[in-house]
């Protein structure tokens, strides 16, 4: 967890960087492609944008396998809203909230998108 300086970089969109990585996480992954696709520059965005996809396109996919994710759901859905708040709060105070594990599968799905 890396706290970002008291000044906030704008960003493609002319929004404070911090505004911009929380609201990668408002529509779920939707807003991840969204804003991946908007913001060229900026990693820290880019970043929420990458983890934002990874987490919540996951978090959908397992809750749709038939039976076992309907029975996971129940535990999935509460944990799911909790960490999309979390997520979006500790985003917004301009912290890089890296989740364990999909953080960093996060990072270098990143690399390998700005090799491109």
């Not at 967890?1 to 906030?8: A, C, I, L, Y």
């Not at 996480?25 to 908007?38: D, P, R």
């Not at 990458?50 to 999935?76: E, K, N, R, Y």
């Not at 917004?92 to 700005?114: C, H, M, R, S, T």
Request: include cysteine.
């Amino acid at each position: 967890m890396e706290k970002k300086s008291k000044k906030n970089p704008k960003t493609m969109l002319e929004l404070d960087e911090n505004i911009e990585g929380a609201l990668c996480y408002v529509f779920g992954f939707v807003s991840g492609i969204v804003f991946l696709l908007l913001e060229k520059e900026n990693k820290f965005v880019r970043f929420h944008a990458m983890q934002s996809v990874i987490v919540f396109l996951g978090i959908m996919l397992i809750t749709a396998i038939p039976f076992f994710g309907w029975l996971m759901s129940v535990f999935i859905v509460p944990l799911g809203i909790a960490l999309w708040l979390i997520l979006i709060y500790k985003t917004y105070q301009g912290e890089k909230f890296k989740l364990p594990v999909i953080g960093d599968f996060a990072e270098k799905q990143l690399k390998k998108l700005d090799k491109k």
